[in-house]
């Protein structure tokens, strides 16, 4: 079984990594930085993305990345943070199943078959409302529209200003009036919507700076 790791580290992967040498699980390499190159991750052709949970938006953001670019691949999400609306999100971006940072390390090896194998299902509990929707998503201009979608699809504000050809002072303040609209607090949140809504946008994000390529270690 081909296990691809992605993690905000190359320290973070390496952790993963040594908890998986005496499995009979064979780590491909590793993904990292802000952005994942979707090119990078399809060349790899895992069985398995197993997904570190670091900062909040770039997770979610990875896991969108990975499922896009290896729609055939279990995600999995390694978390210390099981919290129910939590792993309603992953699942929303694209996680197949999430385990727990505290699981045995002897065990995370079979974990990862099981869930390859199909031998494991998790239906995870639906994200509460985080607030009152003040205004409609009708009430979102075309420009919204398109912010939104990108930061959905895990762009920074930088490179969102990038691509669309604007500063980030403008792309922040589209994004405080799409938070504003729907009712939500952050990018995440605002992310969360627009997938469950089918709100996205045919925006290419390689217009910008293109995909940098990310440093894999085999």
């Not at 905000?8 to 994942?36: K, P, T």
């Not at 792993?87 to 390859?116: C, N, P, Q, Y």
């Not at 239906?123 to 205004?135: D, I, K, L, T, Y």
């Amino acid at each position: 079984m081909r296990i691809l790791i992605v993690a905000d580290s190359m320290m973070a992967a390496e952790v993963i990594r040594r908890e998986l040498r005496h499995s009979s699980c064979q780590v491909i390499g590793f993904v990292g930085g802000r952005d994942i190159c979707a090119m990078t991750v399809a060349r790899h052709r895992p069985d398995v993305i197993v997904v570190d949970d670091g900062r909040d938006d770039a997770t979610l953001g990875h896991l969108r990345a990975v499922r896009t670019a290896a729609p055939a691949a279990k995600v999995v999400l390694l978390t210390a943070n099981m919290d129910g609306a939590r792993l309603a999100e992953a699942s929303a971006a694209g996680a197949d199943a999430a385990l727990a940072k505290t699981v045995a390390h002897a065990s995370l090896g079979l974990l990862l078959r099981e869930v390859a194998c199909g031998n494991v299902f998790h239906a995870f509990a639906p994200a509460r409302p985080r607030g009152p929707q003040h205004e409609t998503v009708s009430t979102l201009t075309p420009r919204e529209l398109e912010i939104l979608s990108l930061v959905a699809q895990g762009a920074s504000n930088s490179r969102i200003a990038g691509t669309l050809w604007v500063t980030e002072q403008t792309v922040k303040f589209h994004l405080s009036n799409v938070y504003r609209k729907l009712g939500v607090a952050n990018r995440t949140q605002a992310s969360h919507y627009a997938h469950l809504n089918g709100l996205l946008h045919p925006t290419s994000l390689a217009g910008a700076d293109g995909d940098s390529p990310l440093p894999v270690a085999a």
